[in-house]
């Protein structure tokens, strides 16, 4: 990291109207013309709210990286005062969830959820296999009569089956929390409206009462399942059974958050990207192998989440500019996936490209949910190009109102 300032932060006022258009529906579907302006104005540019936004990839790669740059955690948010976003209850909620936390917190807590090492993902191999068979079962289904949404009947089942599998919630649950999740969201968006955040507060208290009401079940009738060895391990961490009970609740909620908002999104996108490029769809109905391949471009050319933030830890100087303690860094990492100076031709879709991305962060906070994913996006990949070898786009997809979360309301695809 730098150590004296080369150049002045850009003005503020440059980056609002370029800001503007990824607020809108233009700028939501193809958000990469804005990032390569961005990109233009140096890899460190004063946004327009406060703080910095980050465009070129090796920048974001250190801050990632460093030990230096911290979560917003729960002490952060408190400082920034009341009737700020970040002191929404949402935000509380959220600033006590795993992604939140910071060392040493982070590092003992992430330690004791254990989750998705290789045995676990093992097991969920076959359930995996098997949720997607049956969502692409669906698909043929309504596909006999035409056309059908393929972001509705299998890139938002898929995951909510195999993490409520996994956690033992009961398939009638699935579709609210599901709604859920997309409203609870919103108090990680970027910049959140009032509306916004009063959706993901209710959605927060929602699933607060079905989470504690979940891990109150699990105490009184442990079985063979993630919350109750949760609850094991932290009994032995915790003499107070109720910090205990309540940090096995912030896991699951952690744990479905995670696993369903970014991975319907990677499906979708995955799908969607290569239904654009039909020669790379072509080649994978033709050789399958290359399917991690595709999931790794998808990864990069379009990631699920397209801003991470992170506050600095001291005074520094980054890409030549001042930043003070607590200033927050905005990594736009959708814009750093196309950054020239890392990957030549970024524009192009090329599954023969060099694996290189930050959609699951990187350091400390790499992605705990990250091989599931890929096991998600892989398997369905296999089988969908196995199974629907004609399938094509039929409409150009909408795009929910977001910056930071990225996510398609549909994808209406038919078979020639």
């Known amino acids: ?5 080369i150049r002045p932060p850009a003005d503020r006022r440059r980056t609002v109207s370029l800001f503007s258009r990824l607020r809108t529906a233009q700028g939501q579907a193809n958000p990469f013309p804005v990032y390569a302006e961005l990109r233009s104005r140096g890899e460190v540019a004063a946004a327009p709210w406060g703080g910095y936004l980050l465009t070129g990839f090796d920048v974001c790669d250190r801050v990632l990286r460093s030990r230096d740059w911290l979560e917003p955690d729960s002490r952060w948010r408190e400082q920034q005062g009341s009737g700020t976003r970040w002191t929404a209850p949402s935000s509380r909620e959220m600033s006590r969830t795993l992604p939140a936390l910071n060392p040493p917190e982070h590092t003992w807590v992430r330690r004791a959820a254990g989750m998705f090492d ?4 093992d097991q969920l191999r076959g359930p995996v296999a098997r949720f997607t068979g049956r969502s692409l079962d669906t698909l043929a289904e309504r596909l006999h009569d035409g056309e059908a949404d393929f972001n509705a009947l299998v890139s938002e089942e898929l995951p909510v089956a195999v993490i409520g599998h996994w956690l033992g919630l009961p398939t009638a649950d699935h579709a609210r929390l599901r709604e859920l999740t997309h409203d609870q969201v919103f108090t990680q968006e970027l910049l959140p ?15 607060r009462t079905y989470f504690t009401d979940l891990v109150r079940e699990r105490r009184a009738r442990p079985g063979d399942d993630p919350v109750s060895r949760w609850l094991a391990v932290w009994d032995t961490l915790e003499s107070d059974r109720d910090k205990a009970d309540e940090a096995v609740y912030f896991l699951a909620l952690f744990v479905l958050l995670a696993a369903l908002e970014t991975t319907a999104t990677l499906l979708s996108t995955m799908t969607l990207l290569l239904l654009d490029h039909p020669r790379q769809w072509q080649r994978l109905v033709l050789q399958p192998d290359l399917v991690p391949a595709a999931v790794e471009e998808s990864l990069r050319y379009d990631p699920p989440t397209h801003v991470i ?3 600095s830890a001291r005074d520094c100087v980054l890409g030549g500019v001042d930043i003070r303690k607590d200033e927050m860094v905005h990594l736009l990492v959708g814009a750093a996936h196309r950054d020239p100076a890392r990957h030549p031709d970024p524009e192009l879709f090329n599954l023969h490209r060099k694996p290189g991305h930050l959609a699951f962060s990187g350091g400390a906070h790499y992605c705990l949910g990250a091989p599931l994913a890929r096991m998600e996006a892989q398997t369905l990949l296999h089988q969908l190009v196995t199974r629907f070898p004609r399938l094509t786009l039929v409409r150009r997809p909408t795009w929910a109102p977001r910056v930071a979360f990225r996510r398609l309301l549909n994808l209406d695809v038919t078979l020639v």
């Open 1 to 5: 990291m730098e150590t004296a300032a």
């Open 118 to 121: 290789r045995s676990s993902l």
């Open 193 to 207: 409206s009032a509306s916004q955040l009063a959706l993901s507060d209710a959605a927060t208290a929602e699933l």
């Open 309 to 311: 933030s992170r506050v």
